[in-house]
């Protein structure tokens, strides 16, 4: 599992966002705003897992509101949630 794979799905992620124009703004911003943290820690020098992890959860939370509706997004979290998880996260 290397960062850059982890990267590559926050970058889907972010682009499904995006493209996906029957999202309520509310679950838009929201979503964003954990998967820019997400990014943040992956990319800070100092990796804090404990921090991610706890970001992971709430990005995990928030999908399960919308999957019903929205299931690309919860496909790209699910994915990132699985790389998460083998190495230790």
């Known amino acids: 599992m290397n ?4 990267l590559d799905i926050l ?3 972010k682009s499904e966002l995006e493209s996906d124009a029957s ?8 979503m964003e705003a954990l998967a820019n943290e ?3 820690r992956i990319n800070s020098p ?3 897992m404990s ?6 959860k709430r990005l ?10 929205y299931p690309r997004i ?14 230790g996260i």
């Open 51 to 56: 921090g991610v992890e706890f970001v992971v």
């Open 60 to 69: 995990k939370s928030e999908v399960e509101s919308l999957e019903v509706d």
């Open 11 to 13: 970058s889907e992620l």
């Open 23 to 30: 999202l309520e703004v509310y679950h838009r911003q929201k």
């Open 38 to 40: 997400i990014d943040t």
């Open 74 to 87: 919860t496909d790209v979290v699910g994915r990132l949630s699985d790389l998460l998880s083998r190495i």
């Open 46 to 48: 100092e990796v804090e």
């Open 3 to 6: 960062k850059q794979n982890m």
